[in-house]
């Protein structure tokens, strides 16, 4: 059978162009997001039938993410790759982001990939399947009062802690860590910065397509990724 791949935050950006190469390159797919009419309309937009399967939830819920992949094996028997890419930013800094708002980042930047992780590693082990946790820029570099830095180090150090896991059992660990994207994700922050060159989300898929893709016995842990002329 073809490989199957989970992506959460897959319905826009960089998880929706990571899905369409994929099912390109003949997988099968399975995208979560919070949205349902944006997965919808991403499902129609791929055209891509059966092979694609979109799952509404939350990537910081539990039930949610254990739901998702139970749904996914149900369907497909199996699962090799796993794509950790819902994420988000505030603008601001730590100093002008109200509470909430702080808490509800770190628990989906952080708390969700290693949920992600906690509940597909029995799956993963059993194929041989490789993990991409989507890290940043931002998380080997420092900014003053950057909290979105800070979950990206703490995604950055889970991709580590898990390869020191489940690196003896034949499951490959990346983080790939884009610098500028024009994605939705700059929604919120008035666009991507002012004369600042940038990548397209497709370009990024094409380096996460890239760490999957590699032959057995191969595992890719780190790929940092920036657009020509980004200094930082």
């Not at 162009?17 to 995208?31: K, M, S």
């Not at 991409?132 to 009062?145: E, F, H, K, L, Q």
């Amino acid at each position: 059978m073809e490989p199957v791949t989970l992506i959460t935050g897959g319905s826009t950006g960089i998880g929706a162009a990571t899905a369409r190469i994929l099912l390109d390159h003949g997988h099968h797919v399975a995208v979560t997001g919070r949205d349902a009419d944006k997965l919808a309309a991403f499902a129609t937009s791929a055209g891509a039938g059966e092979r694609l399967l979109t799952i509404t939830g939350d990537t910081s819920d539990a039930h949610d993410v254990a739901s998702a992949v139970r749904h996914v094996v149900d369907l497909w028997g199996r699962l090799d790759n796993v794509i950790a890419n819902a994420g988000f930013s505030l603008p601001g800094n730590l100093e002008s982001h109200a509470p909430e708002d702080m808490r509800a980042m770190v628990l989906t930047n952080v708390l969700g990939p290693a949920l992600l992780v906690r509940e597909t590693l029995p799956h993963l082990r059993e194929s041989k399947g490789r993990i991409v946790i989507i890290g940043s820029v931002a998380g080997v570099r420092n900014t003053p009062g950057n909290l979105y830095s800070v979950t990206k180090w703490a995604a950055h150090a889970l991709a580590e802690n898990t390869r020191l896991l489940v690196g003896k059992d034949g499951v490959g660990v990346t983080v790939v860590a884009p610098g500028v994207v024009d994605t939705p994700f700059w929604a919120e922050r008035g666009g991507t910065p002012d004369a600042s060159p940038s990548m397209t989300p497709d370009q990024v898929a094409d380096t996460i397509a890239f760490a999957i893709k590699q032959p057995a016995g191969v595992d890719i842990n780190h790929i940092t990724v920036r657009p020509t002329g980004q200094l930082g």
